[in-house]
């Protein structure tokens, strides 16, 4: 099995940052693509940041200058920095990532989420 964990959400005033991180774990050969998610209540699940083997990345034009999303492949971790946190930014946020396991081939997984409230 492969399983993401989720860590980093919290609650942050507006303007502030916070680091989340999503660390995997199990039967990895290869971790290819990695993205960052989001669910605000009563709002469809949006692709917020995503980051290839390579590391180039893409991002909503709604974080696009706020969030930075990276990753270290020795650790099987892949990170999203936010900063100038907004109100609108509250959600709960997931991390995804196209894994090729050495028992299971090509898999997507998903984390279990982790909330982060922006308010004052």
């Known amino acids: 099995q492969v399983q993401l964990v989720e860590s980093g959400g919290g609650l942050v005033q507006p303007g502030g940052s916070l680091r989340l991180s999503c660390a995997a774990s199990?039967?990895?050969?290869?971790?290819?693509?990695m993205g960052w998610h989001r669910q605000a209540p009563g709002k469809e699940r949006e692709l917020v940041a995503a980051?290839?083997?390579?590391?180039?990345?893409n991002y909503a034009d709604s974080v696009k200058g706020r969030f930075t999303m990276s990753r270290d492949n020795g650790k099987n971790t892949g990170y999203l920095q936010m900063n100038n946190l907004k109100p609108e930014d509250t959600a709960v946020y997931y991390c995804s990532a196209r894994v090729v396991s050495t028992t299971l081939g090509n898999v997507e997984v998903w984390g279990q989420g982790t909330l982060v409230t922006v308010s004052s």
């Open positions: 980051i290839a083997s390579g590391g180039i990345t």
């Open positions: 199990g039967r990895i050969f290869r971790i290819n693509d």
